[in-house]
């Protein structure tokens, strides 16, 4: 009998969910729910977990796809599983606190001895000026909610700077101050599952423009993981407690750095660039956990 998996993710499906849930078929009998769809019942001593009144604890393997906009129920409906450790997953509810602040994920980083740029958390424009005052030019700053290389700003000076305060001041968030890591405008991706590299590409930015990433215009090549490359990347996705993600690093003078841990990648740009069907290697591994 084929093994049950349960695939959680936004209602508008992305390509890469769509992807998975089709290479996923070849191997189990799958059932997607929407993340907003899934109702959460504490009734006497257990947590239901329902999706139209059907019991979604009989998955053999659960794949959450929790992006920032559905951070918060994303976290109830992966910390109820939590309560059900016989269905394995790629990460508990804790990691998607984590994964979700790029500060909380700098610092954890950082205590665990991986390389990550300087960084600074600020609230206020007079924080903002206070730390550029600290470092010198050029700084990236990034708001707390961007994905995708959206609200990553590459800041040269200190007028750039005083432009981009003002406009954060109106969108009232707080930001990352981070150290420009000098490099040709390439950053690497190593997409992650278990103790496997399943994919790894150099993301190149489009002329003019300092983000590498596919969707601001980036272009992926096949890259081939040197040691130490590889082993920050398992690092990263144990520091954060994800046994399936993507380690983004950038190298500079003074080695790799990691720059973010993304625990919804993307995958149809690393399949373009690797000619590798990375949705097939999600499903088998998936397949492989509830195999054991």
Do not use: W
Not at 64 to 82: E, L, T
Not at 180 to 190: A, T
């Amino acid at each position: 009998m084929a093994k049950k998996l349960l695939i959680a993710a936004p209602k508008n499906l992305a390509g890469t969910t769509r992807l998975i849930i089709d290479e996923a078929k070849k191997l189990f009998k799958v059932h997607y729910a929407p993340i907003k769809d899934i109702t959460l019942t504490v009734s006497g001593n257990k947590t239901k977990i329902e999706h139209n009144f059907r019991d979604l604890t009989d998955a053999d393997y659960f794949l959450p796809k929790v992006d920032a906009y559905r951070a918060y129920y994303g976290y109830q409906i992966v910390r109820a599983f939590d309560f059900y450790p016989e269905i394995p997953k790629p990460y508990s509810a804790g990691t998607i606190q984590i994964a979700h602040d790029k500060f909380l994920t700098t610092a954890i980083l950082s205590s665990k001895k991986i390389p990550v740029p300087k960084t600074y958390l600020v609230k206020t424009k007079r924080g903002i000026r206070n730390i550029a005052s600290k470092i010198n030019f050029p700084i990236m700053i990034k708001l707390m909610n961007g994905s995708g290389g959206m609200g990553v700003m590459y800041v040269e000076n200190q007028e750039a700077m005083s432009s981009i305060i003002e406009s954060m001041n109106i969108l009232k968030q707080e930001a990352l101050v981070q150290e420009y890591i000098q490099n040709p405008g390439e950053d690497l991706r190593i997409l992650v599952a278990g103790d496997e590299i399943i994919g790894s590409m150099k993301r190149i930015a489009a002329p003019g423009e300092k983000r590498a990433n596919i969707k601001a215009g980036g272009k992926g090549v096949k890259y081939v993981p040197t040691k130490e490359v590889a082993e920050i990347s398992f690092k990263s996705a144990q520091a954060v407690g994800a046994k399936l993600c993507a380690i983004d690093i950038i190298e500079g003078k003074d080695g790799p750095k990691v720059v973010e841990v993304n625990i919804n990648p993307g995958i149809r740009g690393l399949t373009a660039a690797t000619g590798i069907n990375i949705a097939k290697k999600i499903a088998e591994y998936a397949h492989g956990e509830c195999s054991r």
